[in-house]
């Protein structure tokens, strides 16, 4: 049996372009999901890991506050954090409706669909996902243009991230609400963006990048994602 504190707003999907979803507020929503994924891949009692497995802008729901909780746990595994590599996870089956309901879908872990094996980095790289939504202030079919569409259905977001990394196409990307003044609001980038902002915009496009990494190896700790998205916090507090 599952219970779930009562979240009085909504999912983060129905709200990725709210006029009220400031840079601070998105960013609290990523500090929120990252330590609940910490604590659920590292923290739990009795050496016991949770792999969520189908994390997405539509299992997290976000309270008067803007606060982010984790939900949709249903389709969850649970392991003992030292078992062994060849335990974690079951060898992709299309009887398994938990396979069945994520390989369509761009949060999916590229090795993941490649093995069929589930690791906590399967939620990091979707992780990854949810953060570009938050930056665009949109779902990422939304996003993604028609001629990266054939990126999209091949799973390949790690390929189109790095694309836009190189040529920057993330800055015309970026959350209507964030570039521009007609809200009032602090916003992320100005026709003259402060130093500050640029590295806060940076710091955390750059984390972004790394927890979208195709292997799985490269992605980077709960902890340290952490760590960078308290840095690109720090940089636009007081702004």
């Known amino acids: 049996m599952l219970f779930y504190e009562y979240v009085s707003l909504k999912f983060l999907h ?56 984790i939900v949709g746990f249903e389709e969850s595994r649970m392991f003992l954090s030292n078992q062994d590599d060849h335990f974690i996870g079951e060898l992709f089956n299309t009887d398994d409706p938990l396979k069945r309901k994520i390989s369509h879908n761009y949060y999916l872990d590229p090795e993941y669909k490649s093995t069929g094996i589930l690791k906590k980095e399967s939620d990091i790289f979707s992780f990854g996902v949810v953060m570009l939504e938050i930056l665009c202030g949109a779902l990422l079919s939304d996003v993604i243009d028609s001629d990266d569409s054939e990126e999209l259905e091949d799973y390949r977001i790690w390929g189109l991230a790095r694309i836009w990394d190189g040529d920057r196409t993330i800055q015309q990307k970026l959350s209507p609400i964030l570039t521009k003044n007609k809200y009032g609001h602090n916003l992320l980038l100005r026709k003259r963006p402060t130093r500050k902002q640029r590295k806060g915009l940076n710091t955390f496009t750059n984390l972004m990048y790394k927890c979208l990494n195709k292997s799985r190896s490269e992605r980077p700790h709960m902890k340290v994602i952490i760590e960078e998205l308290q840095k690109a916090s720090s940089f636009f507090s007081g702004l």
């Open 14 to 69: 129905q709200c990725l372009d709210d006029v009220n979803l400031t840079w601070d507020k998105r960013l609290k929503i990523c500090i929120d999901v990252a330590h609940g994924l910490d604590y659920l891949h590292n923290e739990m009692e009795d050496q016991k890991m949770i792999i969520h497995g189908d994390l997405l802008s539509e299992t997290i729901e976000l309270d008067e506050t803007w606060g982010a909780k």
